[in-house]
């Protein structure tokens, strides 16, 4: 178990399409166990993870939601109410630079657990924002990636401005 370094925007992990994970093995634990560590105790913890944001391109998430932190595996979501919501987010690989966001109300994901066991539920809210968060970044997408014009150059100034390089 051990807390992970957040690859940062600019490197090339973050833009790779995730591979799914076929089978659940030692491997898959680790980077579980490694992944919990990151989202709940790590210096920069957060509401998600993602395994590329440690540098892993499978497709394995962290949702760290009310304190319960939860491994899905394979994620798959389903609009349930594509009502666009807008509200801000923030994403440890962007240096938490919040930006506001549109993201569908409501949605059904379909993951498996460590066990391999089915999971299915429905996500509104602050919930339903994470999922779609994460497995964007299990598709390469940043958040960035969802703004355009006026803020999308504001949001890339303030980054030119805190990134070291
Ligand atoms: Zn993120």
Redesign the pocket.
Known sequence: MAVRKIRKIGDPVLRLKSKKVENIDGGIFKLANDMIDTVTRGEFS?A???AP?IGVAKRVVAVNFEDKPQIYINPEIKILDNKQVEQE??????YSILCSIKRAKKIRVIAEDLNGKKIKLEAEGMMARIFQ??I??LDGI??VDHLSGKSKREFLSKINEVSPG
């Not at 987010?89 to 962007?94: A, H, I, Q, Y």
Request: aromatic content about 0%.
């Open positions: 957060g998600g993870l993602a944001q987010e923030g994403c440890l690989s962007v968060h994460e964007d970044h940043l958040i």
